[in-house]
Structures are given as structure tokens and as C-alpha cells.
């Protein structure tokens, strides 16, 4: 007769996993010798190791002792669920595995790979980390509220990019973070920039769907405080964009529209400089 430890070892089990197994009746648990103690015999020790091999194969303790008593055609019925069950697991398994060796990028917490090659090639353009991280917290946002639209907003955003106009801007706007040319003349051109660009998108009515593309008002607000986070100069950038706009009939830079009856509204825009 043997000992719990000796079980144990003969099982390749730990002691623990014995006094487990007799708790959830995987195993039976044996009376107690004249000394108190607990006493096994073969027959434990191979329904033992069928257990332990069981699971170590990822049968659930749950449905081990399903698996001991089935007969030929019961047993490869459980093993096919079983199997069915752990290849889902893999498979998502491999899906965390994908999706974790993609943070090690940075920018693609919480964002499709499409934002992400969005980003890379504003950065490839000459914009200033600073927006393209702007960028990048809002469309974390978006794509947090509209999953299922990011796809078609992104083939926007990459049409933009090709424009010379948004290159242009991306140009004057790293100097102006930088700090290398802060002149008013600068931010007016600037300004021009981006109502050409709104001109252009209006003409095109690329403008009227902008109220399905955000989900309520509150959330392009949201989205415009984002530039608090990049520091007091491009708070100061955007409010000068944002003033000299007005000027020129146009307001916003998340949900961008026309201003009736304000001064200068409507007239033609300064000559831009090159």
C-alpha cells in the first residue's frame, strides 16, 4: 500500500493535486489506516496518471470525469468537442500574439493598421510629431465610437494627402510649431491654405456629410480640446488659424463650415507665398 506522497510521485502529480482531485472526486478518497493515515494501491496510481494525462492534453477538470467513464463512442465525441474548443483558443491565442507585436510600433494601441500608415505617412510628409500625435488620439476616439466607418474615412484622409495644398500646409505648420517663422503672415497663409482646401472640399459636397461622420456635436468639441494636451503654442497656433478664418468666412477646423455676415467674410484670399 502507499503513502499520498508516494502516489504522488508514482503519478508525477504533486501532493497538492491529490488532496484537489479527492476534493472534486476525480479521485476516490480512501478510509484511513488504524494510524490515521491514507492509504493507496495500484488502481490509484493508473486512474491517477489517466487523470493527470487528461488534463495536461486540456480537458477540463470539468469533464475529466466524463472522459474516465465513456464508452469508445462517447470518449472520441468529447475528444472532437474538446479539440473543437482548444483550436478556438489558438486561434485567439494567435490573434493577441498578432495584435501585441503590432504595439511594439507605438502608434497602433487601439487603432487599425490603416490609421497607423495614415500617421507614418503624414510623418513622411513633414508634419510635426506633435499633430501627427494629435492625429492620432483623435482617431483613437473615432475609431473607439465608429469602427465601422474608419476604413472609408481613411481613404479620404489619403486622398488629402496627395493634395499640394495639404502638403503645403503640413510644410508651413512644422515651421510654425518649431517656432521658425511664427510671423502673422505666416498664420495668414495658413489660414488661406485651409479655406482653399474647404472651398475645394465644399464644391465637391464633401462637407455636407460631416454631422453623419461625428456622432454628436458634443464629440467634435471633445475632439478639438485634444490640442491642450500639444502645449500653449499650438493653442496659440489654432486660435490665430481659427481667428483669420473668420475673416475669410469659414469656422472650425473638426467640423468645418461657412460663417454668413461676418466682416470680410467672402473675400478672396491673400496671395499665397510659396
Known amino acids: 500500500m502507499l503513502t499520498i506522497g ?26 484511513r489506516d488504524s494510524s490515521g493515515y491514507r492509504t493507496y494501491a495500484a488502481a490509484d496510481v493508473v486512474r491517477l496518471i489517466r487523470v493527470r494525462t487528461l488534463a495536461e492534453a486540456g480537458v477540463p477538470l470539468a469533464r475529466v470525469q466524463e472522459l474516465l467513464t465513456a464508452d469508445e463512442a462517447g470518449f472520441a465525441e468529447a475528444v472532437a468537442e474538446i479539440d473543437l474548443r482548444l483550436r478556438g483558443e489558438i486561434q485567439q491565442i494567435q490573434a493577441h500574439r498578432r495584435r501585441i507585436a503590432q504595439l511594439a510600433a507605438g502608434d497602433s ?3 487599425p493598421v490603416s490609421v497607423t500608415e495614415y500617421l507614418d505617412r503624414m510623418r ?4 510635426p510629431e506633435v499633430m501627427v500625435e494629435m492625429e492620432r488620439d483623435a482617431w483613437i476616439l473615432i475609431a473607439a465610437q ?19 495644398l495639404m ?21 495668414a497663409e495658413t489660414a488661406d491654405l485651409v479655406v482653399e482646401m474647404a472651398e475645394q472640399a465644399a464644391a465637391r459636397g464633401e462637407l455636407d456629410g460631416q454631422d453623419d461622420a461625428l456622432p454628436d456635436n458634443a464629440f467634435a468639441d471633445l475632439l478639438d480640446t485634444l490640442v491642450l494636451a500639444a502645449g500653449p503654442r499650438m493653442v496659440r497656433i489654432r486660435d490665430r488659424i481659427q481667428e483669420l478664418m473668420m475673416e475669410r468666412g469659414w469656422s472650425g477646423l473638426i467640423k468645418m463650415e461657412r460663417v454668413a455676415d461676418v466682416e470680410g467674410a467672402g473675400r478672396q484670399p491673400a496671395q499665397r507665398r510659396h
Open 6 to 31: 508516494q502516489l504522488a510521485a508514482y503519478s508525477g502529480v504533486t501532493t497538492r493535486a491529490v488532496r484537489h482531485y479527492h476534493q472534486i472526486g476525480l479521485l476516490p478518497e480512501p478510509e
Open 109 to 111: 494601441l487601439a487603432l
Open 124 to 127: 513622411s510628409l513633414g508634419a
Open 146 to 164: 465608429l469602427p465601422q466607418r474608419i476604413e472609408e474615412f481613411m481613404v479620404v484622409k489619403q486622398a488629402q494627402l496627395d493634395d499640394p
Open 167 to 187: 502638403r503645403r500646409f503640413l510644410h508651413i505648420m512644422a515651421g510654425l510649431v518649431s517656432g521658425d517663422d511664427e510671423s502673422d503672415a505666416r498664420l
